[in-house]
Structure formats: C-alpha cells, structure tokens
C-alpha cells in the first residue's frame, strides 16, 4: 500500500470535514501576527496605556483659582440707615475674595517627570503583556498543530486496519485464515475507530481555542509544513545578554527604579509648603475695601515624611526586583536552551527508528499476508508503527515547544509578532 497517497487523502478527507469553513492557513509567526493585532486581552489592556497618557495632561495642570463670597446683612431694622429697607446697600457688608494655590517649579516638573515615566512604563508593561500572550498563542497553535498530526496517525492506522479487515475476510471467505484472525483485526479496527473519534475532537477544540486567542471568528488552518524554527538559535551567551537587554518584565523594573527616583524628588518638593495669595474686595456699608490675602501652612509638623520615607523603601524594594529578575532570566534562559539542544537531538535519534518501524510493518504485513507469520505479529508490528509515530510527534512537539520557550525567555517572542 501507498502509504503517501492514504496520508493525502486522509489530510484532504479530515480538513474537509473538521475544517470546512476554513478560509485562511496559519504559520507560528502569521498567528502571533494577529494576534498582537485582534486578542480581545491586548485590546483591553491598551486602556491602560491611554490613562496613563491623560495621566501627562493632568500633570501638566495648574491649580484652579478660588472664588470665595460671604455676605453680611443686618437684621434688626432699628440698625438700618433711616429710610432705608433691609436690601439697602448700607445696611449689608459684601466681601469678594478671589485666590490660587501657586506650585513651586519644581513640584510641577517633577509631577510630570513621573507622569511621563508612568506612560513609557505602561507601554513597557503591555509589552510584557503581549510577550505571555504570545506564548499562549505559540502553545495553542503548537497543540492544534499536534492535534492534527495525531489525526493523520490515527487516520492512517484506521485505513490500514480497514484494509486489512476486508482482506481477511476475503480470505475467511476462501478458508485461509480462521474466525479469530478476522475477529482481532476488526477488534483493533473498532479500537482505532474510538481514537480516530477522540482525535477528531481534540483538533476542533484546539482549534477553538486557537480563534479565540487570535481574536477572529472565521474558522482557520495550520500550516503543517511550518517549522517554526525560523533562524539559527544562537550561543547560549549571547541569547543571555539579549534577554537582559530587551526582556519587557526587566526593562520594566528598570523603568520603575528610574519613576521611584523622580518620584523621591517629587515628595521631597512636596515638603515645602504650597502658598496661596489672592486679592480681596470687600464693600462695607457702601463703604469700599481693597484688600490682599496670603496664606501658607508652617511646616511644623508635616513636613511629607511619611511619602519621603515610603518612596525610599520602594526604590530599595525595586532595586531587589532587578537583582532576582536578572537572576531568574539568566536562570530560565540556560534551561530552555539546554532543552531545546537536548530534544533537538532525540529528534534527530527518530529519523533512523522510524525508517525501521515502517520497514517491520511492510515486512510483517507481506509475510502475513503470505501465510508467513500470525495475525498476532502483525497486530503487534502495527501498534509498534503507531506508537513509534506517536512518540516522535511527542519528541517534535516538545523540541518545538522548547524553541518556543527560548523565543519566550528571551523576549525574542515580539519580535516573532512583528
């Protein structure tokens, strides 16, 4: 049998009936593509980056004047200038006092200092966002790409034993095989009929779970010939100092030690008091005042320490954070690489077993046909060429898997998106 021509037609016959709507095929890189694009997630988490941008003009902001009246009218018309009613001029005593709180320079340079280091971290911080999405997206697209190769396996198998089943009894038919040998090959027939179902439902739900991460609601296609190993990994060094240049959550805490030193200036500043001058305008009686108001707070007991303290301990909090990220990236940097060469390798181990276990099978299978061997060989052989396949999609899946975690502990995962 052509076992390259069953392969075909299996693929054709399962995208056609899983897949039907299917309008559009997806490589590792095409997906992360959208999903950077159209993820619901990103699309909330972008609020976040625009508050922090109105967050400058609020910074920016001065202090709104204050508008302040206070009447005095005179009850008693006894006290009221003769011949005059109670809402005579003479008899009440207006005051109008207009007033500003005044920064001092350098109290607004430094809000905005922080306003503006508080947007650059959001936007580092939604970077981040999207480098542990992408790795959802990598894995999602990963388990629906092995989903479908399970399918194939299993499909392949199940025509095989179809095949089979026919054959012998064909050959029951002419006495050359006994009831039980037609009975242990519908058995395993009716067995690969139960996986080939489970299969089939696996792929569709990976699938589902693949278009909702991308953000879109027509059905959609692997590329199967994808390898997604798109470049050449590099030495573990310098993918280790990439990683500490470029790796969003590092950049972050680097950004947050830089906003924790503007912001020590800013409650620092904040410890001088803030004055507050304004003109009045006071008719008493008819009787016009100009006056000139101030006001400032002595700066006895408050003087801003607490926030002065506080933002001291979160600048040594911060500087911690670096230390234990730079250590952690290092740390998941060497491990993800040492995996991926280690299953690079076994990989490279399957290309000679599977060239023997699909030489067995055609062995057994010829000679079982022939009268050459038992029906109970030939079972064995063909659970032998299964779950040979099996285990070198398992083997190929976790060697993509492990590049994926490389292109994740690196931060090399956006560029991938780009």
């Known amino acids: 049998m052509n076992y390259g021509s069953v392969l075909c037609f299996m693929l054709g016959l399962t995208i056609a009936s899983v897949h039907v709507a299917a ?15 159209n993820n619901p997630i990103l699309k909330t988490e972008i609020f976040n980056v625009n508050s922090a941008q109105a967050s400058i003009t609020t910074s920016k902001l ?13 009850v008693r018309n006894r006290y009221y200038l003769d011949n005059t009613s109670w809402n005579n001029p003479h008899n009440r005593q207006v005051w109008w006092q207009v007033t500003k709180p005044f920064q001092l320079p350098n109290q607004r ?64 038919k002419n006495q050359v095989i006994s009831q039980s040998d037609v009975m242990r090959t519908e058995l395993l027939a009716d067995q690969y009929s139960i996986q080939l179902k489970q299969a089939q439902q696996e792929s569709v739900n990976r699938y ?72 009045i305008w006071n008719p008493q009686n008819t009787v016009p005042y100009l006056g000139f108001y ?16 506080r933002s001291a301990i979160l600048k040594q909090q911060v500087s911690q954070k670096i230390l234990a990220l730079q250590a952690q990236i290092e740390t998941e940097i060497t491990t993800s690489y040492r ?20 030489t067995i099978l055609n062995n057994v299978r010829y000679a079982y046909l022939r009268g050459g061997t038992t029906i109970v060989d030939f079972l064995e052989a063909q659970r032998s060429w299964l779950e040979t396949r099996q285990q070198y999609f398992d083997t190929y899946q976790q060697y993509r898997q492990s590049y994926i975690q490389v292109l994740y502990s690196t931060g090399l995962i956006n560029q991938l998106a780009q």
């Open 23 to 37: 309008q559009d095929t997806y490589s590792l890189k095409k997906a992360l593509s959208t999903a950077r694009s």
């Open 62 to 74: 001065r202090p709104n004047p204050n508008l302040n009246n206070q009447s005095l009218q005179l």
């Open 109 to 172: 340079k430094y809000k905005i200092d922080v306003a503006q280091k508080n947007f650059r971290f959001s936007e580092i911080n939604y970077s981040e966002t999207e480098r542990n999405l992408f790795l959802d997206v990598a894995n999602k697209w990963l388990d629906a790409w092995t989903a479908q190769k399970q399918l194939e396996i299993i499909s392949i198998a199940k025509s095989n034993t179809d095949s089979l089943v026919k054959i012998n009894q064909l050959r029951l």
């Open 208 to 279: 589902k779970e693949l278009t909702f991460l991308l953000g879109i609601k027509d059905s959609l296609g692997i590329d199967m010939e994808d390898t997604i190993v798109y470049e050449n990994v590099y030495s573990i060094d310098s993918l280790s100092e990439y990683g500490k240049k470029n790796r969003a959550d590092l950049l972050s805490a680097e950004m947050a030690l830089d906003i924790t030193d503007s912001n020590i200036k800013l409650q620092k500043s904040l410890a001088y008091p803030q004055p507050v001058l304004g003109a």
């Open 294 to 309: 101030g006001a400032i707070d002595i700066p006895i007991f408050s003087r801003n320490q607490g926030e002065i303290e």
């Open 339 to 358: 995996s991926f060469v280690i299953n690079r390798e076994n990989l490279q181990k399957f290309t000679s077993i599977l060239k023997k276990s699909e």
